[in-house]
């Protein structure tokens, strides 16, 4: 194929060899969301449990400053939102700086208390899903949207993109297959229009340093405190 290739190529005209091409193309964030789509209004839903599980996954941090200026770069953005669950009855919860950051930053923060259990092995567990919560502010933004991009990888939402399809909005989904197991359902991505994996996003919001030490400037994410099955694909 390698030696066939250019002679093929040659004889092709243009109009085939164009698509061809753009098969080819790295699939870089950019290329996928706004390129093409730059008028589009556009909200982001960000399931922070996941988004951070997906993250950490791939050995990097979220800075969510450079994530807002990157979407208001590029597209026309309505709404960030994000959910998250909170431990209320801690008199200090771990991911408290980086909701009140967030909620000063552009950012528009959903949270409920989290559920504690124990588990049949007698294991403490806290459980914050936000899945319900994300899908009924989702339905209510598709009247004023083009586009929702969706950071997480729960196959549970693959009901909620085609529900959004229907109403004429265009779905991204953005998380990770390059983890073991991949952070994504494959429903979920086979459902969506388009989607990303987080490592072609990364250059534009990873935050610099590696994973500092918690600051006032910039909060520490999300702590690993949820129960793991709010936090992969499921």
């Known amino acids: 194929w390698g030696a066939l290739a250019p002679k093929i190529l040659t004889n092709l005209p243009l109009s085939l060899i164009a698509p061809i091409a753009l098969c080819f193309q790295p699939q870089t964030a950019d290329f996928f969301m706004v390129k093409d789509y730059p008028d589009e ?15 950490r996954s791939l050995n990097f941090d979220i800075d969510y400053k450079k994530l807002l200026e990157y979407f208001r770069k590029n597209t026309y953005l ?3 939102f ?27 923060m959903i949270t409920k208390p989290t559920k504690e259990f124990t588990d049949t092995m007698g294991r403490r567990k806290i459980k914050g899903n936000m899945d319900i919560e994300l899908a009924v502010d989702a339905m209510e933004m598709a009247n004023h949207c083009d586009h929702i991009v969706l950071f997480s990888g729960d196959g549970d939402f693959r009901r909620l993109v085609e529900a959004l399809q229907r109403r004429g ?10 983890t073991q197991p991949p952070m994504v359902a494959d429903e979920l991505r086979r459902q969506a229009d388009h989607f990303v994996d987080l490592v072609a996003l990364q250059p534009y ?4 340093g590696g994973r500092p ?9 999300e702590e690993d405190f949820f129960d793991d099955e709010d936090a992969v694909a499921n």
Request: proline share 4%; aromatic share 12%.
């Open 78 to 80: 309505k709404r960030a």
């Open 41 to 55: 209004r556009t909200a982001l839903f960000i399931d922070g449990a996941n988004l951070y599980s997906a993250a």
């Open 82 to 108: 994000y959910y998250t669950a909170l431990m209320e009855d801690q008199e200090y919860s771990p991911i408290r700086p980086l909701i009140d950051w967030l909620d000063y930053n552009g950012f528009t």
């Open 205 to 208: 919001v990873e935050r610099a």
């Open 213 to 221: 030490q918690r600051s006032m400037d910039m909060p520490e994410d």
């Open 169 to 178: 909005v265009r779905v991204t989904v953005v998380s990770t297959i390059k």
